[in-house]
Structures are given as structure tokens and as C-alpha cells.
């Protein structure tokens, strides 16, 4: 499992479970809407409204075993190569396959 990072605000793990972003901001951001970019679900993208405070991290989990910031309890995300996840905050959205 890897990170991804567009090196200014956020970095978030996108490979299987759990979705982890972090905040390498010095401001706090707000994560308005977490989705998959490869076959969305049609109850997709997932409105969160979660603030994560600077250097602070945010876990988003999905399937049966989720406990933290469940999206749902289908397995919507793995590392196949196709799929992504798109996260749109009150800084920017980013787009990026797993």
C-alpha cells in the first residue's frame, strides 16, 4: 500500500481498504465528497462534511468489517488497477487512480 500526494495539501492512501487523508496543510481543510472514478456505485460520491485539522488524518472505511467513517458496507475500493478515488475538498479536488 502506497501514498499519493499532490504534495501541497493532502496525501491519502488509495490502495485497498481503509482510504486514509491527511492534512499537510497549515489551515484546516473540509472533505465535502469521497467517490470511486472506475464503475461509482449510483449512491456515489459519499458526502462526508469531515473538517481534519493541520496535520491531522481522516480514515474512511468500506465493506462489512468498517467501523471508522463508514462509506458503506460494500467493498467498493482494492488495488486492481482500475479503480480511484476522487475527494473533493474546500481546497480542491483530487482525482487519482489506485
Not at 467501523?67 to 467493498?75: D, H, M, P
Request: charged share 25%; glycine share 10%; with cysteine.
Amino acid at each position: 500500500m502506497g501514498f499519493v500526494s499532490n504534495g501541497r495539501w493532502t496525501r491519502f492512501e488509495t490502495s485497498g481498504e481503509p482510504l486514509i487523508i491527511k492534512n499537510n496543510r497549515s489551515r484546516s481543510i473540509t472533505i465535502y465528497r469521497v467517490g470511486s472514478t472506475y464503475r461509482p456505485c449510483s449512491y456515489e460520491p459519499f458526502r462526508v462534511r469531515k473538517v481534519v485539522k493541520p496535520g491531522k488524518r481522516v480514515q474512511f472505511q468500506t465493506g462489512r468489517a468498517a467501523r471508522i467513517n463508514v462509506l458503506t458496507r460494500n467493498y467498493i475500493y482494492n488495488d486492481d488497477g482500475r479503480v480511484g478515488v476522487k475527494v473533493v475538498t474546500s481546497v480542491g479536488t483530487l482525482k487519482k487512480h489506485c
